[in-house]
């Protein structure tokens, strides 16, 4: 009976409104996938992702039940495999489309680039828990929690998969700013930010990358080519109008012309169905989704939770902000998925989890 109480406790501690919102925005995922795929693949696409989702809310369930201050002590572990499963796809990975983002076990493709969201925030919140700095953070106090960041940042770019590699990165810069960065600091990393981005463009970047860059700043300049995905997305986007076409409708998607519609682009069929009113709605969503991670970090009582509802928040902030800025032509195309809306087992259940670790958080608050 003890027992049984100690879990009623938890359940009555739960924070319903992070779960909501996540749930609802992955029922509407569900919706649109559905439409989205009806038409060329049938109800395939739909009920694996409709699996996906079960499987991701029993791992939410379990993740919000368990400490996690108790696997803080193995983060560093879990980080050097995360590190490890990168490599192995580099090496042996499955290739779709020129990238070998999967490690395939047969019935299942797992990609380690969504495991690595988790595995970063969870050593940079151990990291900066285990360091008192009042003062802020100069460059060279930062050189190592950098390096965490970078190092599986990088490891993911080369697969190659930038957009997943620049929200690791922002997300990461995110929690280095809430921990405060000295203000020198701040302003030594712009200018050579500023020095670096010419360098990286002529230098790093892979040369259907620099045409994403050029597409962006002027996608009719090839229309049939790399500006395409970008063109079709704001025909579809602009189409929808005020109140959209209607569920399943949607002419760019339904007739094919909107290409990876499934998966990046979900957002542009979405919009082209249910207009601006639908995509406020969702954003709005997504607002209060964002503002509940938040609230839950705000209100941890360890330095550990604080920094990692924060950084678990931001992942899933500038993963929407990036796909969707993409889809409405104010950022090139990257390649990255809309959380809880595309198409996607390991990421759909890779954000569960991710609710469920900000429910810990939030449970745990009230247990000290």
Sequence with gaps: MASFSRWQEKVVKYDFSVVFLSLIITIIGLFNVYSATIVTEGSVFF???????????????????????KLGRSVYVIYVINILLLLIVLAVGKSTLGARRWISFGFIN??????????VMLVLARYFSNDSNVEGY?????????????IPAGLVIIQPDLGSGMMLLLAAFSVFLFTKIRTQSLIILGVVAMIALPLVYNFALKDYQKQRVVTFLDPASDPKGSGYNSIQSKI???????????YMKGTQSQLNFLPEHHT??????????????GSFILLILYSL????????????????????????????????????????????????????????????????????????????????
């Design 236 to 246: 579809a986007v602009g189409s929808g109008r005020f109140t959209g076409k209607g």
């Design 138 to 150: 100069t460059l060279r106090e930062l050189m190592i929690p950098a390096a965490m960041a970078v």
């Design 47 to 69: 009920n694996r992702q409709l699996i996906s989702a079960i499987i991701g809310i029993v791992f939410m369930i379990v993740f919000s039940f368990m400490d996690y201050r």
């Design 264 to 277: 990046d682009f979900i957002f542009s069929v979405f919009s082209e169905e249910h207009g601006f009113i």
């Design 110 to 119: 797992l990609q380690p680039s969504e495991l690595m969201k988790i595995s």
């Design 289 to 368: 989704l964002f503002i509940s991670g938040f609230r839950i970090a705000a209100r941890a009582d360890d330095k550990f939770g604080v920094i990692l509802a924060v950084g678990l928040t931001a992942v899933i902030f500038w993963q929407a902000l990036i796909n969707m800025g993409m889809v409405i032509g104010i950022m090139p195309v990257v390649g990255i998925t809309l959380p809880f809306m595309s198409y996607g087992g390991t990421s759909l259940v890779i954000n569960m989890i991710i609710i469920g670790f900000l429910q810990s958080i939030a449970i745990r608050r009230y247990m000290f």
